[in-house]
Nanobody
């Protein structure tokens, strides 16, 4: 499985970005997927996740709840992260991940599949 993250960039505080994570090598409709981020000098942290299937339920970190929205388009084998009302503290490299096994509701971890990351920089 290969995950290609894109859509990062430089944006002013209060602005928006939409990240995309395109999967290849497998159909991901039956797999839990999510986004993590890592800021300089900090550990990688959970951002959002979406359960398998189109109507999969979503979970968010408290720090992004109400501002970020995760969604999936199974026809395109892609997961998105819409980020609104961005803050300087959202600056980080964002990584998308996919569970190794289908129909799993456990959190994404080191043993799962990860993309290469995309840089998001929010200026004040």
């Amino acid at each position: 499985v290969q995950l290609q993250a894109s859509g990062g960039g430089l944006v002013q505080a209060g602005g928006s970005l939409r990240l995309s994570c395109a999967a290849s090598g497998r159909t991901v409709s039956n797999y839990r997927m999510g986004w993590f981020r890592q800021a300089p000098g900090k550990e990688r942290e959970f951002v959002a996740a979406i359960r398998w299937r189109t109507s999969g339920s979503t979970t968010y970190a408290d720090s992004v709840k109400g501002r970020f929205t995760i969604s999936r388009d199974n026809a395109k084998n892609t997961v998105y992260l819409q980020m609104d009302s961005l803050k300087p503290e959202d600056t980080a490299v964002y990584y998308c991940g996919c569970k190794r096994f289908p129909y799993s509701d456990s959190p994404l971890g080191q043993d799962d599949y990860w993309g290469q990351g995309t840089q998001v920089t929010v200026s004040s």
